[in-house]
């Protein structure tokens, strides 16, 4: 079955570290995105990619860093110098143009201990 | 106007009853919308897209009011199963970009 997988569920890690988020679809979608979501909050967009080997800002890219080698993954590294990190990251992907909607990976939850 | 807005709610409703939620947007040329449904500490899903006027998929019917730039979602006969929160979901501009989502609606329907 198609899908989209995020990994690791559940991820902690301690101030001044980085860390990797994986995101990893088959379902031949183009455009990739990650989303931050916190409690009670809508979700607001970290990167996005819409073709291999590019990728834009979003609106709260400060402090996150990606890269986009192959169609199918999209890994969020979330930098030491993301002052408040913790949150729920989900990633998502479509095929191009707005008519579509996204799928969602299940999200990892990343706290800083 | 913010690019999309919703009233948070909580909307407490019994089994059965029929409860709308109204989001309006402001981007007047957003061609697509959806409306996804979050459960709590999940993913969202894929609830409804609406590209014309509207769109209806059992209990569920979406409608666009373009004129007023807001879409609303009607749920009737509401299951306990329904509770969740939904979001609204827009273009952030014309043409290939990203979605915008809404803080969410949160809806509680009560035995």
């Known amino acids: 079955d198609g899908g989209i997988t995020q990994s690791p569920k559940y991820l902690f890690r301690k101030e001044g570290q980085n860390v990797t988020l994986s995101c990893e679809q088959n379902l031949n979608h183009d455009a990739m995105y990650w989303y931050r979501q916190d409690p009670g909050q809508g979700l607001r967009l970290i990167y996005y990619s819409q073709i291999v080997n590019d990728f834009q800002k979003g609106d709260i890219a400060e402090g996150y860093s990606v890269s986009r080698e192959k169609k199918e993954s999209f890994p969020l590294t979330v930098t030491s110098a993301q002052k408040n990190p913790t949150a729920f990251y989900l990633c998502?992907?479509?095929?191009?143009?707005?008519?579509?909607?996204?799928?969602f990976g299940s999200g990892t939850r990343l706290t800083v201990v | 106007r913010k690019e999309v807005e919703q009233d948070p709610g909580p909307f407490n409703v019994p089994e059965g009853a029929t409860v709308a939620f109204n989001c309006t947007y402001s981007?007047?040329?957003?061609?697509?919308f959806f409306w996804y449904r979050q459960d709590c500490r999940k993913e969202p899903k894929l609830l409804m897209s609406?590209?014309?006027s509207g769109n209806e998929d059992g209990r569920f019917t979406a409608q666009l009011n373009r004129a007023s730039q807001y879409i609303s979602l009607l749920i009737r006969d509401s299951k306990l199963s329904d509770s969740a929160t939904y979001l609204c979901?827009?273009?952030?501009?014309?043409?290939?970009?990203?979605?915008?989502f809404g803080k969410g609606t949160r809806l509680s329907v009560i035995a």
């Open positions: 998502a992907s479509s095929r191009q143009g707005d008519v579509y909607g996204y799928t």
């Open positions: 979901v827009v273009p952030k501009a014309s043409g290939n970009t990203p979605l915008v």
């Open positions: 981007n007047s040329a957003s061609q697509s």
């Open positions: 609406v590209y014309s």
